[in-house]
């Protein structure tokens, strides 16, 4: 009984419902696209569900629909195949392309001048169309020179926030597997002469 009573009571609902859904992720892709994941955080995250939702009640702690929402939404409480978490992982990968382009001008910069650049303005236009974008605040890749030769480049990571190059575990993380693991994203550069064969000493009995 429940596919005819569905059929005629929800089915529109549930289309709808549907719809919405696939609204609110296109907005999330648009906003990322034209601004940053901040942005996205700050505005989809605390701003009105009821907006792309509304019948649905999030009024629980938990966010999780009712029973009757659960009968009448058959397809559109369904795993849509697009997410936030897929949204965010097109940026990083966006990211870590604009840090390979910004890595690759610095050393072709410093392989012509014979030092690094004190900006990443230096590089433009000569090395980059325009300054490297870092998708996860919407300002540039942060970008510095260390006292003893080398740089640091990076992005504010996931948590949008300047940690100041800092690449250790953000809470919540066990393991570093990638540059996202850390509070602030930061490209990997090649070590030093010493810290190479410091890598490599045998270690003293």
């Known amino acids: 009984m429940y596919g005819p009573l569905w059929r005629v009571a929800w089915v529109d609902q549930d289309e709808l419902m549907a719809l919405n859904c696939w609204q609110f992720y296109i907005e999330h892709e648009r906003t990322a696209r034209s601004n940053s994941w901040a942005m996205v955080a700050d505005h989809f995250t605390n701003g009105p569900a009821s907006e792309y939702f509304p019948w649905i009640s999030l009024g629980d702690d938990k966010g999780r629909t009712g029973w009757y929402d659960r009968l ?3 397809f559109s409480n369904e795993p849509f195949s697009v997410s936030d978490n897929l949204i965010r992982k097109t940026l990083d990968a966006q990211v870590q392309q604009q840090m390979a382009i910004t890595a690759i001008a610095l050393a072709r910069y410093k392989l012509r001048t014979g030092t690094l650049p004190s900006g990443l303005g230096a ?3 000569d090395y980059l169309k325009a300054l490297p974008r870092d998708r996860m ?5 942060r970008y510095r020179v260390l ?3 080398g740089y640091v480049l990076y992005s504010v990571g996931e948590d949008c926030k300047d940690d100041g ?3 250790a575990l953000r809470p919540g993380k066990k393991y570093y597997r990638q540059i996202w693991d850390g509070r602030d994203a ?7 002469s010493d810290e190479a064969a410091a890598a490599i000493k045998p270690a003293e009995r």
């Open 165 to 167: 190059g800092d690449p």
């Open 123 to 125: 590089l433009v236009p």
């Open 137 to 141: 605040d919407g300002k540039s890749l």
């Open 186 to 192: 930061v490209w990997p550069t090649a070590a030093t």
């Open 72 to 74: 009448r939404f058959l």
């Open 147 to 149: 006292p003893g030769g």
